[in-house]
């Protein structure tokens, strides 16, 4: 997965959007104006996802190239190192996962008002 593939992916999430709130370089998705995904676009070698807690741990454990969050709270986000060696559908399920956890948490009115933007979740 290279960067684009990543950005496409992302934003490929009903009403993900992007943004560079942080400097230029770090490329930002959020649905319902939080965030489920960021990396660095100048090269792209890692993107962070949010994770359920017990799941993050497993993941780490598993696999080396899973890591503790990078500038985030490390207990809900994990660092996933893109070099090749996991598959990209290991890859976008991570995304997935975070954007699901993203979601699920949001205040019943940002949910109603997503359902009613993209349809049933």
């Not at 997965?1 to 998705?29: H, K």
């Not at 598959?87 to 699920?104: G, K, M, N, T």
Request: net charge negative; proline share 5%; with cysteine.
């Amino acid at each position: 997965m290279d960067v684009l593939e990543y950005r496409d992916f992302c934003l490929s999430m009903p009403a993900a959007t992007e943004c560079t709130p942080f400097d230029e370089d770090t490329l930002v998705f959020k649905v319902a104006g939080k965030m489920f995904s960021y990396a660095g676009m100048e090269g792209f070698c890692r993107f962070c996802v949010k994770c359920d807690p017990d799941r993050a741990v497993e993941l780490r454990e598993q696999h080396p190239e899973v890591t503790r969050g990078v500038h985030s709270n490390s207990m809900h986000w994990n660092t996933v190192r893109v070099d090749g060696t996991l598959p990209d559908a290991f890859l976008r399920e991570q995304i997935r996962h975070s954007y699901d956890c993203v979601v699920a948490k949001l205040p019943r009115a940002a949910k109603e008002a997503l359902r009613q933007e993209i349809g049933a979740i």
